[in-house]
């Protein structure tokens, strides 16, 4: 196989919401403070990298770190390609680095219930720091659809929806894999002693195995180079 020729630049959101909403299996683009890399292969735009604030504002606590310090990786959404994702993360990851010279650590997370369990984290030597805490989850009967607890307790209106879809059963409470890459020699000493074995894989899975993540408030310079 001939080596692919790769290229990362900004994305537009219009691009970005392509890209997750046709490639990713959350079908969705993130709905927080996003930095979105576009990639392309051979001349060919074959989907994006997005980086964010993700869903919870505690992200950097267990590191001692501040806002615009970490972020979370959001959404790895690609279509076929040549290229490994793992090195497509990588040049992704030097991108974000060079864009932000005040990012220490990335986190993302790989979802089990996906049959994910963080292969390509593992190809690119992330740190492997565990599940994260058990969150409730709800089962709708009729399609086997997981919803989150808190989006089945958002008001009234939402509960009817999914109730009326035939009812719902209260699921066993779901965890994530969590991975971590530190972007400097200092933060890497901070939190080696976090490093865990790494997962196996459970059951077939993508190569495009990724994670739905979060992080830091991307700074100002970052969204202000956003191009086509």
């Not at 290229?83 to 497509?88: G, L, W």
């Not at 209106?157 to 999914?162: V, Y």
Request: charged fraction near 20%; hydrophobic fraction near 35%.
């Amino acid at each position: 196989m001939s080596k692919a020729d790769l290229h990362i630049d900004w994305a537009t959101h219009k691009a970005a919401k392509y890209a997750c909403e046709n490639w990713h299996y959350s079908g969705a683009i993130p709905k927080s403070k996003l930095v979105k890399f576009g990639i392309w292969e051979d001349e060919k735009f074959i989907g994006v990298i997005i980086f964010g604030s993700g869903a919870s504002p505690q992200i950097g606590c267990p590191y001692n770190l501040k806002s615009g310090e970490v972020c979370e990786l959001v959404r790895i959404a690609l279509t076929a390609h040549k290229s490994e994702v793992s090195k497509i993360l990588s040049l992704a990851l030097k991108f974000l680095k060079r864009s932000n010279g005040g990012l220490r650590l990335i986190v993302s997370y790989a979802d089990p219930l996906q049959n994910h369990h963080g292969g390509i984290y593992q190809a690119s030597n992330w740190i492997y720091s565990g599940t994260t805490v058990p969150c409730e989850w709800f089962q709708i009967v009729a399609t086997g659809k997981m919803v989150h607890s808190h989006s089945y307790r958002r008001g009234r209106r939402g509960r009817a929806t999914i109730d009326k879809a035939n009812g719902v059963i209260r699921s066993v409470k779901l965890v994530k894999h969590k991975y971590i890459m530190p972007l400097d020699k200092a933060m890497k000493d901070q939190i080696q002693s976090l490093s865990k074995p790494y997962p196996k894989r459970v059951t077939k899975a993508s190569s495009e195995d990724h994670s739905e993540s979060g992080g830091a408030v991307p700074t100002g310079t970052l969204q202000s180079k956003e191009a086509v």
